[in-house]
């Protein structure tokens, strides 16, 4: 009797030892994981800070160089985004981009595909899907939110995401009208 109750009593220990250090171990991978995802943040902010800095100025002075300065202002622009909750702001023209980006790869996947002498009919729908997804997104949120609240930096940048859309559309088309050319001149021929 007195080993049964022994090895209850170690398997309860093991058992909340492994709940223990299974919960320690989830939560050092969502920590590692938020460390990881905000040191690239920073680093990619950092590097398009110094781009900016290029573009601004013919010369840009040497503290703008500094890479302790523009890591500095990401962590600040983080730290505003974050603190007044202005990422639920930005969030639908965040997706707004990488439905963008989807359809771009989708349409190159597309023109890729056709050059190759692959089928390709559904890449272009589901291309054609992630465009009238992006339009559709870009022409609602500006309308329904921005406007209403005044966010006039959003609406600007919206706007911009819509021309480029309409940008992909159209060079998407001539990509295409050329390849159809050239197809059928080589047939003829």
């Given at each position: 009797?007195?080993?049964?109750?022994l090895?209850?009593?170690?398997?309860?220990?093991?058992?909340?030892?492994?709940?223990?250090?299974g919960?320690?171990?989830g939560?050092?991978?969502?920590?590692g994981?938020?460390?990881?995802?905000?040191?690239s943040?920073v680093?990619?902010?950092?590097?398009?800070?110094v781009?900016l800095?290029?573009?601004?100025?013919?010369?840009?002075?040497?503290?703008?160089?500094?890479?302790?300065?523009?890591?500095?202002?990401?962590?600040?622009?983080m730290?505003?985004?974050?603190?007044n909750?202005?990422?639920?702001?930005?969030?639908?023209?965040?997706?707004?981009?990488?439905?963008?980006l989807a359809?771009l790869?989708?349409i190159s996947?597309?023109?890729?595909l056709h050059?190759?002498?692959?089928?390709?009919?559904?890449t272009?729908?589901?291309?054609?899907?992630?465009?009238?997804?992006?339009?559709?997104?870009?022409?609602?949120?500006?309308?329904?939110?921005?406007?209403?609240?005044?966010?006039?930096l959003?609406?600007t940048?919206?706007?911009?995401?819509?021309?480029l859309?309409?940008?992909?559309?159209?060079l998407?088309?001539?990509?295409?009208?050329?390849?159809?050319?050239?197809?059928?001149?080589?047939?003829?021929?």
């Amino acid at each position: 009797m007195n080993v049964l109750i022994l090895l209850s009593g170690a398997i309860v220990c093991l058992s909340l030892a492994y709940r223990f250090h299974g919960r320690l171990a989830g939560r050092s991978m969502v920590e590692g994981s938020a460390i990881t995802m905000l040191g690239s943040a920073v680093r990619l902010n950092r590097y398009l800070f110094v781009e900016l800095w290029l573009t601004l100025f013919l010369r840009p002075p040497a503290i703008f160089r500094k890479f302790w300065l523009n890591s500095g202002l990401a962590v600040l622009f983080m730290l505003l985004l974050a603190w007044n909750q202005g990422y639920k702001l930005i969030w639908p023209v965040f997706g707004a981009t990488n439905q963008l980006l989807a359809a771009l790869t989708l349409i190159s996947v597309t023109v890729w595909l056709h050059r190759a002498g692959k089928r390709s009919r559904f890449t272009p729908i589901l291309a054609l899907a992630m465009l009238a997804t992006t339009i559709a997104a870009l022409t609602y949120y500006p309308i329904a939110r921005y406007l209403p609240s005044w966010s006039f930096l959003i609406v600007t940048t919206d706007l911009m995401l819509l021309a480029l859309t309409v940008g992909v559309m159209f060079l998407s088309a001539k990509a295409f009208v050329r390849l159809r050319v050239k197809q059928e001149a080589s047939l003829l021929s």
